[in-house]
């Protein structure tokens, strides 16, 4: 049980930390000032990685299963389903308002757009792996840089860092143009109905 009461803090902290790209990605989708629309912009990529970052803390699943007894293995598996649901759902929320601007405010075809999700997906799992790895937060980008840098370059310097990221990259891509649609469908039911 204490393990069960473990998970729900560390997970409530990174669904909080997943939750911040969402918010800001509508925010960059109403405000129509483009320094404005910049500024949420980048600290919506700082903290994007932290969405689909969930998906990663599946290992610890792995890690805790035999420390549970079997009565609460149902439950441990529960929390760790609901995670992965809401890393999914949060890094398509998250994600979805930039492709609107790109199409709104950019006017770009749909190939030209598509590429650039995908650059995006690649940055992703480029912050998802730095933050894995090398453990590397979000905020230490203003807080401290140096050791960003410093993390950045570990990271390029290690072969299988950076095909972690090209595997993360390409599974984030067809995670987002796989469900990304349903997504949208389920928000344009919801609208309707209010």
Not at 64 to 78: A, H, I, M
Not at 117 to 142: C, H, K, M, T, Y
Request: hydrophobic share 55%; proline share 3%.
């Amino acid at each position: 049980m204490d393990i069960l009461l473990f998970n729900m803090q560390w997970m409530i902290y990174n669904v909080v930390l997943a939750i911040i790209p969402v918010v800001l990605g509508f925010l960059m989708l109403k405000f129509r000032s483009k320094k404005l629309k910049i500024t949420i912009g980048l600290v919506w990529f700082a903290f994007l990685p932290n969405t689909i970052y969930m998906l990663t803390d599946i290992n610890h699943l792995l890690e805790q299963w035999n420390q549970v007894s079997n009565s609460y293995k149902p439950l441990l598996v529960f929390q760790y389903v609901s995670l992965m649901i809401f890393a999914v759902i949060t890094f398509i929320s998250a994600q979805y308002p930039f492709e609107k601007i790109l199409k709104r405010d950019f006017k770009l075809g749909s190939i030209p757009r598509t590429i650039i999700l995908i650059i995006v997906d690649f940055l992703v799992a480029f912050g998802v792996i730095l933050g894995g790895i090398e453990r590397v937060n979000s905020w230490q980008i203003v807080t401290d840089p140096k050791s960003v840098l410093q993390n950045i370059s570990i990271l390029f310097h290690s072969q299988a860092q950076v095909g972690l990221v090209i595997g993360f990259g390409g599974l984030f891509s067809v995670i987002y143009f796989s469900f990304h649609d349903r997504l949208i469908q389920i928000s344009k039911r919801i609208k309707k109905t209010q």
